[in-house]
Structures are given as C-alpha cells and as structure tokens.
Antibody, heavy 116, light 112 residues
Framework: EVQLVESGGGLVQPGGSLRLSCAVS????????MTWVRQAPGKGLEWVGN????????YYVDSVKGRFTISRDNAKNSLYLQMNNLRVEDTAVYYC?????????WGQGTLVTVSS | DIVMTQSPDSLAVSLGERATINCKSS????????????LGWYQQKPGQPPKLLIF???TRESGVPDRFSGGGSGTDFTLTISSLQAEDVAVYYC?????????FGQGTKVEI
C-alpha cells in the first residue's frame, strides 16, 4: 500500500521558518517526481513546486520563490519543504503528492498556521 | 501562467441525474508532440486530500467508476458524472500540467 505522510506543520510567527517532511512508502520513491500542493482554509488548491527524481530539477510558484526550498533524500524515501520568511498568506494545509503532471497519490496534509 | 476557469462554481443535482462541470484554460494544453491534453480532474471530499479521477483529459484513473468521464480538447474541457450518487458530493477541480507552474481551477461544489 502506498503511503505519504506529512509532518512538521504548526504555528509560526510571520518571518519565521518551518521544515515540512513527507515520508513515502509502498513505492520506489527514487523513481518519481514529487510535488507540494497547498490549500488555504476554505480555499482551492495551489501548486507550490516540484522536484525530479535526483533533485537536479526544481520548480516553484512565483509566490514562494526565494523563500521555499524543496529537497529530497532518496535513501530515506523522504521529501522536504523548507519554508523561510513565512507570511500570513502561507497559512494552509500542505500536501505532498507523487507525480510531475498528474498527482495520483497524496498525503493527508499538515497544517501550517502563520500568525502573530 | 495558464489560468484555469471552472463553471459553475456550484451545482445541485438530483440523485441519478447528470452533472456536468466545465473547465476552460487561458491557452491550449494540447501538446503537439504527443497529441495529449495535459488536463486532469480531481475530486475532494471534506477533510480529505484530492483524488485523481481523470488524466489526459479523458483517461479514467484506475478504480474510478465509469460514471465519471472527461472530454474536450485544447482549451475547453468537461467532467461529466452520468448518474450522480450520494458519495459523489464533493468539490471538483481541473488542473493543467502543460505549463509550469501547474495551475488548478477554482473548484466546483457538487451537491444533491
């Protein structure tokens, strides 16, 4: 059974940092592009960024460029999202998902709340 | 960025009736190299992550009931639920994967 489990969310003040993790099991993690998607409370889905299999390619939505960094550790079957200089508008549930074009496996998400 | 616009924002359909959701992209998502439309549809129920229903505009994901079908090409797409069931109450999103950043429609809420 494929499982994606996010962790690391929580309450942080504006300007602060958080590192999210996504532990993946049940598939050959190193064979797939991986993606982060977020959803603000009561709002729609927003693609945050993605990374290729060996980490040599990364892409981000403009609103997080220069503040967020995606990384992965294929030996640990894990994906990460380092979030710096957080803003109130970054408040959302953050999902990791498998895929480059379509996303057919998703985690349950982890909530990040940016508030003073 | 490719802007995805869904219509309507919400719709109420009787059990057993047809539901149709429209999705329009600001530019074509049809690839000339492989003749595929890079358009997917997702279903999201409250408190759950999205679930992929359709990819390449019309290919049903494994395990998805055949009452769900996708159509269209270029810039105009539809998701049809042929006979609405109670468990289909959800928000549905289209998403393009032709360009980066990937972008989603705003969502369509389907109710009974």
């Amino acid at each position: 059974e494929v499982q994606l489990v996010e962790s690391g969310g929580g309450l942080v003040q504006p300007g602060g940092s958080l590192r999210l993790s996504c532990a993946v099991s049940g598939l050959t993690f190193s064979s797939y592009w991986m993606t982060w998607v977020r959803q603000a409370p009561g709002k729609g889905l927003e693609w945050v960024g993605n990374m290729n299999q060996d980490g040599s390619e990364k892409y981000y939505v403009d609103s997080v460029k220069g503040r967020f960094t995606i990384s992965r550790d294929n030996a640990k079957n894990s994906l990460y999202l380092q979030m710096n200089n957080l803003r109130v508008e970054d408040t959302a549930v953050y999902y990791c998902a498998r895929g480059h074009y379509d996303f057919n496996y998703w985690g349950q998400g982890t909530l990040v709340t940016v508030s003073s | 960025d490719i802007v995805m616009t869904q219509s309507p924002d919400s719709l109420a359909v009787s059990l057993g009736e047809r539901a149709t959701i429209n999705c329009k992209s600001s530019q074509s998502v049809l690839s000339s190299s492989d003749n595929k439309n890079y358009l997917g549809w997702y279903q999201q129920k409250p408190g759950q992550p999205p679930k992929l229903l359709i990819f390449w505009a019309s290919t049903r994901e494994s395990g998805v009931p055949d009452r769900f079908s996708g159509g269209g090409s270029g810039t105009d797409f539809t998701l049809t639920i042929s006979s609405l069931q109670a468990e289909d109450v959800a928000v549905y999103y289209c998403q393009q994967s032709y360009g980066t950043p990937r972008t989603f429609g705003q969502g369509t809420k389907v109710e009974i």
